[in-house]
């Protein structure tokens, strides 16, 4: 196949940069996912992803952020993933930058990166689920029947992994 070089603004470089996978992707392999649905990722809805398995059931009524932040927390114990990538792929699944995931468990729990990660490493995310209680007070039925769900395998969760400054 032939390529081309072309001239990109830098908003566009920033937006094909939010959307790549970290190691995996190239500007092209984003705009092929972008503009013809192609890629890693499945691009079925919310509900077609919960049957499979792939995203966390959560009822109707759920705020947006406290799903995101639910849907990151799943992808890192289901799969074993990081931080960063679960978050690509949540954004992924929602169709949004991962920017806006995580500005849901930072700016809205009024946390940065650093002091996620570190709440992160707690075996059972006590502190975490404490935080989401406060910040989510008429969804604690929600927090708690989510936690109760994970299952808390240190040999494939990054979440007893040691803070990295």
């Avoid at 992707?25 to 649905?37: A, E, G, Y």
């Avoid at 978050?87 to 990166?113: E, G, W």
């Avoid at 989510?146 to 007893?160: E, G």
Wanted: aromatic residues 8%.
């Amino acid at each position: 196949m032939n390529s081309h070089t072309i001239e990109i603004d830098e908003r566009v470089w920033r937006y094909l940069q939010s959307q790549a996978i970290p190691f995996k992707d190239t500007p092209n392999s984003v705009l092929h996912r972008i503009l013809f649905n192609e890629g890693n990722f499945d691009r079925l809805s919310i509900r077609d992803n919960v049957k499979k398995g792939i995203a966390p059931r959560l009822p109707d009524g759920t705020p947006k952020a406290l799903a995101q932040i639910l849907e990151v927390l799943y992808e890192m114990n289901k799969l074993g993933m990081s931080r960063p990538q679960a978050t690509n792929i949540v954004a992924q699944r929602r169709r949004t930058s991962p920017q806006t995931i995580i500005d849901k468990y930072c700016r809205q729990l009024n946390k940065r990166a650093y002091e996620i990660d570190r709440l992160l490493q707690q075996k059972d995310l006590t502190d975490f689920k404490l935080l989401l209680e406060n910040k989510f007070t008429n969804h604690k039925d929600v927090i708690n029947s989510f936690f109760n769900t994970l299952q808390f395998n240190p040999s494939l969760t990054p979440f007893s992994q040691k803070a990295t400054k």
